[in-house]
């Protein structure tokens, strides 16, 4: 693929020069450990503490903080990363994230004996048929059947559950009918248990991240009989589970303990006796917590905290990847141009997609991330995150953007700033008056930059106006209250806003259908409100195969026409290929202006070894050893 | 107690009533103002999910017959389902949550009475000497500094470094941080009332003639003077409590204590609405009936204040 090994390079030397911005004055020698620190380790692999290895016996107990309370602890309804990591432990699937011989992450079959290739049907969609393993068990010692896990999908698809994640079925047959108009709910999802160990599942098409699908907490199998009452996830008497664990004490708010299974089928395996995981909302109890010893493992530490922690855990303090993007989003509704420009339609769309361009050309990438956010993320210039592969293997990101000789779709190395600088200028020279003595702009519109009352987000904020401000480009800066701000960015009231999103599965489209005209996450308002039929956007895919070459058409044109293909179809190559396209279409408009690609910090006692996190940070204890 | 008194003591009752029918509309009316709602997040969820949860929880019907709806549920102390937590009640959120936070709340205000009457009396007693200059200077500083500080404080001091005390409220000792945090201002603030109070008691003519008379010292402290110069004490009573219940807000998050403090601010970002409710409905309350009792309490002890 092109680019790969460049990237390599690239990627290798913004972590040293990360790991070497972020203390300054210290010395060589400390400098050495913090770089061991800083280094960004994909998410999916085993962390291994070496000197866990070496002595001491494994109690058998952890203390783990990963959030606070989450909201369920209901496979179906829960919608946390923190839940689901809980929920891991205490259910299995079909598949789940294990560890190889190598102690490298992966998907593994669970309750499923193995993991069967699809048949694939005359119309095209594909059959899988899974036998479950013997020996399966509820906590309550009755038989794990797979009509448990036929009642437990279509529970999670249904609408009469409303679950946030009802979404993650979508790609079984009989799923759209569930939410058709005039739906009775009584329509079913096309899969069936024709004994007690068989499941058959039916899916519209070839769906590339199937197995990954059966290891997310939706797909879980739950008992009718359990389920029935809500409260049962909430009162560890009524939580009937078939995972590794049970839950032997909850005390609300404050600790969840799960106690290992001794008829759970694979139980030799399971290192761990007991986890408790506590609950916590304050990063800085967290620290306290780990600081005394009480807890060994921290899901988070406070954002201030991180140069010094840096030095004083170079060993305990870890991050790794995460799939996940932080960026900017522009309004497509709101005027760039300065009054006096005449430019209307598509004329002025392109403008103002150029000039949101060049903007985000004027952002220092590596100054985020080295002295304000400070967590080891990676400057971003694509929208798809870091960590999602490629039909190949390979990282999505580094095969995005149109030029070769960097990743992306702009340059985002410390060297190429300065370059990106004089282009943005240029471009925006074309649209905007230039006072060539005070080297500033004279008639760029007053933009408000939107974000949530944090203070991360607030100091890149201002990094970000700062970095416009020397070009006379006035951004004022407007926090608002989480839920509101969610509110107020959803309804497109901002001109620019901070956005994030993480990956629900390993495949790139949980990026791009979001952008579709229809969907709920459409912040940027593509084919929305003032401009909805701007004719500013044009796609050509004859090449692959297909019919479609707009010039010039909208949103809805071509933008959803591509996904919709993507959607449906089924060649793994072309599927890439056309998510390529489609994401490269999204850049063009501008609208979307990459910052960083996040990462998961976390600390962990030097004492534990065998601990291990999925691609989407779900947090495994139970192959762990405390030895202490 | 005479009838004028007992008129007087329902005559505020049911003015407190009023008071929490009033905080009730109040609160119910601004909390649906605000922008944002319990099923938005990050993750937009489809039209369909958010219709489908609208119609469980009522939301879907017009404000108007919510509100009526939720009056009548409150008469029967149902204070409806959590829509965050889903499965529980916000009954049982409270309940569990209460069960902390009054054992927090009382050990702090019993802590801040006990100890606030006894410095403040020897601080009277020893007037411009080196022990109550002492006494006033660390009063001060506590008074001053606000309980996000001093739990702060404390959490590095004595558990982050000293690890003498758990840093999670829900362990064992995991309370005695969380109490000292909240006790401290309203102690120093009960010495300082205390010390002034007793300062003017001990300078009035029936504690000369007590003295004149040859009573000692002791008894002139405890049998006469201790009980007058505590009247301004239980005018602090109320206030106290209305400082215990919303301190206890930021420090049960500092300490990570599962009390009804967490569960009032989560449900408010979360806009977890009858959680919001429930939570100021019983803060509320707790409120007017403490300050009822600080006023009752007051004419007993002093029995020359005519109510009104």
Not at chain 1, 222 to 228: P, Q, T
Not at chain 1, 286 to 306: H, K
Not at chain 1, 409 to 430: Q, R
Not at chain 1, 534 to 548: E, F, H, N, R, V
């Amino acid at each position: 693929m092109k680019k790969k090994l460049l990237s390599v390079l690239l990627a290798s030397s913004m972590l040293l020069s990360l790991a070497a911005c972020g203390n300054k004055t210290e010395t060589a020698e400390e400098k050495a450990s913090t770089q061991t620190s800083t280094s960004v380790q994909m998410a999916g692999q085993g962390n291994e503490n070496a000197k866990a290895e070496e002595g001491g016996n494994n109690t058998g107990v952890i203390n783990v903080c990963l959030a606070s309370e989450p909201a369920s602890l209901d496979p179906a309804v829960n919608s946390s990363v923190d839940g689901a990591s809980v929920i891991s432990h205490l259910f299995s699937g079909l598949a789940k994230w294990g560890l190889d011989s190598k102690g490298k992450v992966e998907l593994q079959p669970d309750c499923a004996e193995e993991f069967t290739e699809g048949v694939k049907n005359d119309d095209g969609t594909v059959t899988y048929t899974y036998k479950l393993k013997d020996g399966l068990k509820w906590s309550d010692g009755k038989d794990v059947t797979a009509g448990d896990f036929v009642y437990a999908w279509n529970r999670a698809a249904g609408p009469a559950l409303a679950a946030d994640y009802c979404y993650m079925f979508d790609v079984i047959l009989g799923y759209d009918e569930m939410y058709a108009d005039g739906a009775k709910g009584d329509e079913k999802l096309k899969v069936e248990a024709p004994d007690d160990k068989t499941i058959v599942v039916t899916l519209k098409n070839d769906v590339p991240y199937w197995n990954e699908l059966l290891a997310f907490p939706a797909y879980m199998p739950v008992r009718e009989d359990v389920v029935a009452d809500e409260s049962w996830s909430t009162d560890p008497k009524t939580y009937i589970c078939n995972g590794a664990y049970t839950i032997s004490d909850w005390q609300h708010n404050s600790v969840i303990k799960l106690a290992k299974r001794d008829d759970f089928v694979d139980a030799a395996d399971v290192t761990m006796n007991e986890i408790n995981f506590y609950l916590s909302d304050d990063n800085n109890n967290m620290l306290a917590n780990f600081e005394n010893g009480s807890w060994e493992f921290i899901d988070e530490v406070p954002n201030n905290e991180i140069s010094n922690l840096k030095e004083k855990y170079p060993t305990e303090l870890k991050i790794e990847g995460q799939l996940g993007t932080y960026y900017i989003c522009w309004n497509n509704n709101e005027s760039l141009l300065p009054k006096s420009s005449k430019l209307t339609g598509t004329e002025k769309a392109k403008a103002e997609a150029e000039i949101r361009n060049a903007i985000a050309l004027l952002i220092d990438r590596n100054y985020i991330v080295n002295d304000v956010s400070k967590k080891g993320e990676i400057p971003a210039s694509s929208f798809v995150a870091m960590g999602l592969t490629d039909a190949d293997g390979s990282q999505f990101y580094e095969n995005a953007g149109p030029d070769p000789s960097y990743v992306g779709y702009y340059d985002v190395t410390e060297t190429g700033y300065e370059a990106n600088w004089g282009k943005a200028v240029e471009t925006l020279k074309k649209y905007y008056t230039y006072d060539e003595t005070k080297q500033q702009f004279t008639d760029v519109p007053k933009l408000t930059y939107l974000y949530n009352t944090n203070d991360n987000h607030k100091a890149i904020a201002e990094a970000v106006q700062a970095s416009l401000s020397t070009l006379g480009i006035t951004m004022s800066l407007e926090n608002q209250e989480w839920a509101t701000f969610l509110e107020t960015r959803k309804k497109g009231d901002f001109s620019v806003a901070r956005n994030g999103w993480l990956a629900d599965y390993n495949d790139p489209i949980s990026f791009l259908d979001m952008w579709i005209t229809g969907s709920g996450n459409n912040d940027v308002q593509f084919g929305k409100g003032a401009n909805k039929d701007q004719k500013a956007y044009s796609l050509d895919i004859t090449d692959l195969g297909y019919d479609t070459k707009v010039e010039n058409g909208t949103w809805a044109e071509t933008y959803d026409v591509i996904v919709k293909d993507i959607k449906e179809c089924t060649d793994s190559k072309t599927r890439y290929e056309l998510m390529h396209r489609a994401e490269d279409l999204l850049m063009s408009t501008g609208c979307i202006c990459p910052i960083y690609f996040y990462t998961d910090i976390y600390m962990i006692d030097e004492s534990v070894s065998g601990f291990y996190s999925s691609p989407l940070g779900f947090k495994f204890f139970l192959h762990a050893k405390v030895n202490k | 107690m005479n009838t004028k008194t007992l008129m007087y003591i329902l005559k505020r009752i049911l003015l407190a009533v009023v008071t929490v029918w009033v905080v009730i509309t109040v609160t119910f009316f601004v909390m649906h103002a605000v922008p944002g709602g319990p099923f938005v997040g990050e993750k937009a969820v489809t039209e369909a999910v958010m219709k489908a949860m609208e119609a469980k929880y009522g939301l879907d019907k017009p404000l108007s017959a919510q509100y009526l709806t939720y009056l009548k549920d409150i008469t029967k102390f149902d204070f409806g389902p959590s829509l965050k937590q889903r499965g529980r009640t916000v009954n049982n959120i409270i309940f569990d949550g209460m069960k902390t936070s009054v054992k927090l709340g009382v050990l702090a205000a019993l802590i801040a009475l006990a100890f606030g009457v006894v410095f403040g009396a020897i601080a009277a007693l020893r007037r411009n000497k080196l022990v109550d200059r002492i006494i006033m200077i660390i009063t001060t500083a506590f008074v001053s500094m606000p309980s996000f500080i001093m739990g702060t404080l404390l959490l590095l001091v004595f558990s982050s470094k000293l690890g003498i005390f758990p840093a999670n409220g829900a362990e064992k000792n995991g309370l005695v941080l969380p109490v000292i945090t909240l006790s401290l201002y309203p102690m120093a603030y009960i010495t300082r009332l205390t010390r002034s109070s007793m300062l003017e008691v001990l300078g009035q003519d029936y504690i000369r003639t007590a003295k004149a008379k040859g009573v000692s010292g002791v008894k002139i402290i405890f049998g006469h003077a201790l009980k007058n110069s505590l009247i301004p004490v239980i005018t602090y009573f109320g206030p106290m409590l209305a400082y215990i219940v919303t301190g206890s807000l930021v420090v049960e998050q500092i300490f990570a204590v599962p009390g009804i403090g967490r569960a009032f601010v989560n449900s408010i970002t979360g806009r977890d609405y009858p959680l919001v409710m429930g939570t100021t409905i019983v803060l509320a309350t707790l409120i007017v009936i403490m300050n009822l009792v600080g006023d009752v309490m007051y004419k007993i002890v002093d029995p020359r204040i005519t109510l009104d």
